[in-house]
């Protein structure tokens, strides 16, 4: 498997492809360890979880909202309706609301990789550079203080349309931000969902391996860590 050239634009999802979550769970943060005991989370029956988390994030289902207060919101009532449903746990509402500011407004909850800069540094003098992401508000403030939101000439995010990936509205609407044919683009995630669902409106597609137990793909060029980009575009 090769890339078909010309290349003028390059897409990235951001969780796992530029920055990973610092304890390896995007909702049980660092904050999150504090207060809740993992033995007795674990101690309850995967029925009850199942339900409880369900329950929990319907106040995430995908809506268009836009401001890191409406995200905060939504994941106060994601951490109450927790600390509700699951009292042996002996989570505080108090303590949901601390591990939901946290969740939103700490920038140390991403651990951007160690080779994400010098990539983007050297992908930007080439390539015309965008983000395809299902995240959160407060991603832009994130990707300002850590040097890289300058990097990109488009940001395409479901949090503005209202659609997760791999919905096609989401990368038709990149194509449409990007002003580059779908064939001359290139996607990077870590999902094969989502790239079937790119490749499908003809957007290239390269599999990243940097999730843990990610698994190898026949059907998509892989790559274990971003710089390996540098060596096949």
């Known amino acids: 498997m090769k890339l078909n050239n010309p290349i003028r634009a390059i897409f990235f999802d951001l969780g796992w492809t530029i920055f990973r979550p610092f304890t390896g769970n ?15 989370l674990h101690s309850i029956s995967k029925e009850r979880l199942h339900i409880t988390f369900l329950k929990a994030n319907e106040y995430l289902k995908m809506e268009i909202y ?21 009292p042996e746990i002996k989570l505080t509402l108090q303590q949901a609301e601390i591990i939901a500011y946290d969740r939103v407004y ?41 040097g890289f939101y300058d990097y990109f000439d488009d940001m395409t995010f479901n949090f503005e349309l209202g659609v997760n990936k791999p919905n096609p509205v989401i990368f038709e609407q990149a194509l449409k931000g990007m002003n580059v044919p779908a064939k001359e683009t290139v996607f990077i995630d870590d999902y094969e969902i989502n790239l079937d669902s790119a490749t499908n ?23 274990n860590k971003l710089s390996d980009l540098l060596f096949i575009l």
Request: no cysteine; proline share 2%; hydrophobic share 35%.
């Open 201 to 223: 409106i003809g957007i290239q597609s390269i599999l990243i391996l940097s999730r843990p137990n990610a698994q190898k793909s026949s059907r998509y060029l892989t790559i």
């Open 106 to 146: 700490n920038d140390s909850n991403y651990i951007f990789y160690e080779d994400a800069k010098k990539t983007m540094e050297a992908l930007k003098e080439k390539y015309k550079i965008g983000i395809i992401s299902d995240t959160d508000p407060s991603i832009i403030r994130v990707l300002k203080n850590a």
């Open 26 to 40: 995007w909702k049980i943060t660092t904050k999150a360890l504090e207060y809740i005991n993992l033995e007795n």
């Open 66 to 86: 836009k401001t890191e207060l409406e995200e905060l919101e939504r994941y106060m009532n994601y951490y109450k309706t927790i600390a509700d449903e699951l």
